[in-house]
C-alpha cells in the first residue's frame, strides 16, 4: 500500500540508524512491526492472573499412551 506520510527527518534518519534499516520503507515497516508486537505482548501479559488454564499432564499423557499402543495394535504408525 501507498502512502504519504509527513514525517520529521530526524525522527526517520534515527529510526533508520537504529533499526540499521537503509531504505525509509524498511525502517517504517520496521518500526510498524515491533510496535504490533510490543502491543500483543502487553495485551498477554494483562492477561496475567485473568486467565486459569486446567491442564492435566498426566491425564494427557496416559491418553497418549493409550492411544500409540491403540495405533501399534491396528498396525497404524
Do not use: C, F, H
Amino acid at each position: 500500500m501507498r502512502a504519504t506520510l509527513n514525517i520529521p527527518d530526524e525522527l526517520i534518519s534515527e529510526v533508520q540508524r537504529l533499526s540499521g534499516q537503509k531504505s525509509k520503507t524498511g525502517a517504517i515497516v520496521t518500526v510498524m512491526e515491533e510496535y504490533v508486537r510490543r502491543r500483543r505482548m502487553e495485551d498477554l501479559l494483562a492477561l496475567r492472573g485473568k486467565v486459569q488454564i486446567d491442564y492435566d499432564w498426566q491425564r494427557e499423557e496416559e491418553l497418549e499412551i493409550a492411544a500409540a499402543e491403540e495405533r501399534e495394535r491396528y498396525g497404524n504408525p
